[in-house]
């Protein structure tokens, strides 16, 4: 059986997953997180993607990427990106062969009510995890950078619902930490977990059908409507 193409909207952010191959292991050491993520702010930058949020664990990798009216981009970018990280640790292990699964797996989402929600979903996998016990204290995901106050060291690109959080930096930060400290409720987590697995859009029935009419054709499954706030 063909496997279905992978949807990607102009215009809209995508919740990107990508896993090791057989689930194993992507990150051994702190090196190996610090070259991906270098390699995202370089690559970022050579295809034009704004990064809104990552979050790297040890076997499989979120992010959440926007190329604009531009998507193939995103595509471009995760292919060199999978690449230059299995040479890098196939060098390092003295090893041939594949680091990732074959596809990664993507979600177009809705910006409105859901780009935040999806960015607490990313930035919450270490403490459902039971890795740390606060975003905070997790060092390769994006919610040090979008929390510090010392903007000069970020590279990720803040999306515009973090803006419209209040009119100062210091005002958007404390309300955005409020907003991933609340936690996230068991709908909202399967609601974003399900429709990155399947392939699925990420939003309301107005957004399926705004997408439908962009891309020309029908999309078979449909995802529940907004998530419990």
Not at 170 to 187: A, D, H, K
Request: proline residues 3%; hydrophobic residues 30%; aromatic residues 10%.
């Amino acid at each position: 059986m063909s496997r279905s193409g992978r949807i990607l909207v102009p215009g809209f952010p995508h919740h990107i997953v990508q896993r090791g191959h057989n689930k194993q292991v992507v990150f051994a050491d702190l090196n190996d997180f610090s070259f991906y993520l270098s390699n995202l702010e370089e690559l970022k930058q050579n295809f034009d993607v704004q990064v809104y949020a990552y979050c790297l664990m040890t076997n499989h990798i979120h992010l959440l990427l926007d190329a604009g009216n531009t998507p193939s981009n995103i595509s471009k970018l995760m292919k060199t990106l999978a690449a230059r990280m299995t040479r890098y640790r196939n060098k390092q292990d003295r090893r041939t062969g594949t680091l990732w699964e074959s596809r990664y797996k993507s979600s177009a989402v809705q910006t409105d009510g859901y780009l935040l929600a999806c960015c607490r979903y990313i930035e919450l996998n270490p403490v459902r995890a039971s890795m740390v016990s606060n975003p905070e204290d997790y060092r390769w995901s994006s919610y040090q950078q979008k929390t510090t106050t010392n903007i000069s060291t970020r590279w990720i690109d803040i999306d515009p619902l973090f803006h419209s959080l209040g009119e100062c930096e210091e005002t958007r930060i404390q309300r955005y930490i409020n907003f991933v400290q609340s936690g996230i409720p068991n709908q909202e987590l399967q609601f974003f977990r399900d429709n990155v697995q399947r392939g699925q859009l990420t939003g309301n029935h107005k957004f399926v059908d705004e997408v439908e009419r962009i891309i020309g054709k029908r999309i078979e499954f449909r995802s529940r409507g907004r998530p419990k706030k």
